[in-house]
């Protein structure tokens, strides 16, 4: 079965560093998002990501944030320096065209020391 | 504005039996989805159950089902059958079309299965 991939699974950085946590979404899919979950709390929307473009993004999403589809397959989230808390864990998400449902990864967690 | 609230924080249940976990939502919208979202200690997101605001039967999936109650904005999880590995956190999440399907989440409700 397709699934989304992320990697790495678990990335520790020092403050200031930037951060690429990176996605392959499934193949046929069209759509894609990032979320953010800080440990203990709500999931959060970062972004979406549709025809090469951002199509959403939340307050979150500053300017520390960029995303990126480089090569048709992959789907980047960069944090350019990162802050104490940035420490979360990222999902990416894809989705296909004309279906409300998205299909996760397995999560990056980041460290920021 | 779109919220969704899970009032449980924990929830426990005796392995075994049945257990409801409550969320409701806020929206202004008249077609959405809502989701139940499980995710284990790994920490991965696994859909258990999606219900279209559009169509009056609730959606079952094996052991889960739910209870839509729209005019309420009520979207509660049943699990029948409790089992160890159901243990997790579980989120209730709401999109609708002209948020390009951007999810909203509640706060959770951690499940305890008690053996």
């Known amino acids: 079965e397709p699934e989304v991939t992320q990697t790495p699974s678990h990335q520790v950085t020092q403050m200031g560093q930037e951060v690429i946590l990176r996605c392959v979404p499934i193949s046929n899919h069209l759509y894609f998002y990032w979320y953010r979950q800080i440990l203990g709390q709500k999931v959060e929307f970062l972004v979406s990501f549709y025809n090469n473009e951002i199509s959403e993004k939340s307050e979150i999403f500053d300017d520390q944030f960029s995303v990126e589809r480089p090569d048709g397959s992959n789907f980047t989230l960069k944090i350019r320096s990162t802050k104490l808390e940035d420490s979360a864990m990222y999902f990416c998400?894809?989705?296909?065209?004309?279906?409300?449902?998205?299909?996760f990864g397995q999560g990056t967690r980041l460290t920021v020391v | 504005a779109q919220t969704v609230t899970q009032s449980q924080p924990e929830m426990s249940v005796q392995e075994a039996e049945t257990v409801t976990l409550s969320c409701t939502y806020d929206t202004s919208e008249s077609d959405y989805y809502l989701f139940w979202y499980k995710q284990p200690p790994s920490r991965q997101m696994i859909l258990v159950i999606r219900?279209?605001?559009?169509k009056q039967q609730n959606a079952t999936e094996n052991r889960f089902s739910v209870n839509f109650q729209k005019a309420a904005k009520s979207f509660s999880l049943k699990i029948s059958d409790s089992q160890l590995g159901d243990a997790a956190m579980y989120f209730c999440a709401y999109n609708y079309m002209d948020s390009n399907y951007q999810l909203i989440w509640g706060a959770g409700t951690k499940l305890i299965i008690k053996p």
């Open positions: 998400a894809s989705r296909p065209d004309r279906s409300p449902e998205a299909f």
């Open positions: 219900q279209e605001a559009y």
